[in-house]
């Protein structure tokens, strides 16, 4: 029996080999058959071999590194348990190896999933971080302290003052980020530790009530007069009922807004009209007597305002009255006063620093130069720049009448009246001359005019 057995292994491994080869002869023979049909029936095709490069995208870059990595796995896959195995490659799968191109393999549909998914992993710490610096430590320890005194995060969100407005949903999520995250958690934490004692203590003072101190409070009479030592009895009576920052002033200022709010035992709320019609505003107007409503005169009142009134009107024509003294002190400081005028001078042009006496029947205004000479040079009186060389003219004429005329681009401002190039207007005393900024007072001799009328007057009638 072990002799025919041992007879029966070996030739089933005879047969198996000559299979095998016949098996690889017959796929070598195949592939050269096609290779030849290919070569006879389609005519062969000129390509360049020299793979043209390009910039790539930077998903393109992301997709073919993607790409990469996966077909690294795969054939790292594929080699371990042929290593395992301890079997090498045959002389036609080495060939098979050889004869096939290297081609780039395609990135796969499934890639752009886990792409997307790697994008919003690495987007969730910096959302994080948002959170964290929207929410500052103080909101955090507010949201803490009033949740643990009420239990109600709908309370929370309206009766805490956040440093800035959140939703009832934004409440929500921070609270349960506080609870169930970690990383929020450690980091809120961490940055409770660090706040200043004071500002701790300026915090746990803005707690809110819980509904054990509120039902303490309640039951002090809104009749009595509870002052501090009674509120601090009742925080030495329940220390431990009430929260470990509150004052015997805050329980003070909580009860008297209960008070006010008819929130205390003894008080009641009083109920609306049972009747079908409520009582508006305006049927509330029409009811009051507008008789009952009006004023009644006062005499001692208005005889008061009489005499003050009186007074008032006394004082003010006692300065109109003293108005001129005034006048004077105020021309002796400003140098306004009108100056002594000699039996030479028409007129005086007084600026602010220089002062131009007209002694002739007519003189020109502008800026001098070298080459142009001007009886008043208007530079010495501040800048001049924009005047003219020739900027106006002023004359006398027989009946005693002052006039200027504008020579120069710019126009001339008579008391706020523009006077244009080509055009004349009529100077009279104290008038305000404006050349380009600067401002004068055209002052004129009123005893030597007069002179001048007069005989001006004589010689007409001759």
Known sequence: MDKDSQGLLDSSLMASGTASRSEDEESLAGQKRASSQALGTIPKRRSSSRFIKRKKFDDELVESSLAKSSTR???ASG???GRCSGSEPSSSEKKKVSKTPSTPVPPSPASAPGLTKRVKKSKQPLQVTKDLGRWKPADDLLLINAVLQTNDLTSVHL????????TLREVQERWYALLYDPVISKLACQ???QLHPEAIAAIQSKALFSKAEEQLLSKVGSTSQPTLETFQDLLHRHPDAFYLARTAKALQAHWQLMKQYYLLEDQTVQPLPKGDQVLNFSDAEDLIDDSKLKDMRDEVLEHELTVADRRQKREIRQLEQELHKWQ???DS?????SPDFDNQTL?????????YLMRSREITLGRATKDNQIDVDLSLEGPAWKISRKQ?????KNNGDFFIANEGRRPIYIDGRPVLCGSKWRLSNNSVVEIASLRFVFLINQDLIALIRAEAAKITPQ
């Open 392 to 396: 106006g003219v002023i004359k006398l």
């Open 73 to 75: 796995a795969k054939g």
């Open 333 to 337: 400081i400003t140098g306004m006063s």
């Open 328 to 330: 004077v002190l105020v």
């Open 159 to 166: 009766g805490v003052k956040f440093s800035c407005r959140f």
């Open 347 to 355: 007129a005086v042009l007084r600026g602010r620093m220089v002062r």
């Open 79 to 81: 080699v371990e348990p």
């Open 191 to 193: 940055a409770m530790r």
